[in-house]
């Protein structure tokens, strides 16, 4: 009965002393413990080159990348259908340590969820230009069209002298045919 009791007697200390390790009474702070700024830095760059994938090496006509096993919304096998294909290990020197053993994409290059895959440049080059000059392009010419018709009703009204509207620099532009970029140049070929 009498441990009983000095159990609860603890269990009943002062909130102070619940508060307060017994270990951190013994010991002394013998430095400070806050980051510098170059420690942070450090840690910044070490984070980063830690996560990151190797580099794919080039291959003459593809373009290689990266793809994760795990988004539902871009699934490896929808790229399959585009026309990507998983790197092999033995296609390439120096990936063997990188072959992945098992699975769906076994004798790939991959690590973790993440495996590597080619596309033949020129489709490469098409879904670039695509997504990210031909639609936008697009895009552009319907605000394009809005703005036109808006001035032209206003100028059917009569308004156009009480009542304008002001396109700001780089708006002029939008929607007026353009060159596409390069997406990719071919790999070797100076």
């Known amino acids: 009965m009498a441990k009983l009791v000095s159990r609860d007697s603890r269990l009943k200390r002062g909130s102070e002393d619940s508060r ?40 003459k006509g593809f373009h290689v990348c990266w793809l994760t096993t795990t988004n539902p919304r871009d699934p490896i096998h929808g790229r399959m259908r585009l026309g990507y294909t998983p790197i092999r290990a033995h296609e390439v020197l120096g990936y063997q340590a990188l072959k992945l053993s098992s699975g769906d994409h076994a004798g790939a290059i991959g690590v973790n969820e993440m495996v590597a895959f080619k596309l033949p440049l020129h489709l490469y080059r098409a879904y670039m230009k695509e997504a990210h000059h031909d639609q936008p392009l697009s895009e552009e010419r319907k605000l394009r069209v809005a703005v036109d018709m808006a001035n032209e009703s206003l100028e059917s009204q009569g308004l156009r002298r009480k009542t304008r509207i002001v396109e700001e620099e780089g708006n002029s532009e939008l929607g007026r045919a353009r060159r596409s970029p390069d997406f990719a140049e071919e790999i070797g070929e100076d």
Do not use: G, Y
């Open 20 to 59: 307060v390790n017994r270990h951190s009474k013994k010991r002394s702070v013998k430095k400070k413990r806050e980051l510098s700024d170059s420690k942070r830095l450090d840690m910044f760059r070490k984070q980063f080159f830690q996560a990151a994938l190797p580099d794919l090496p080039k291959i």
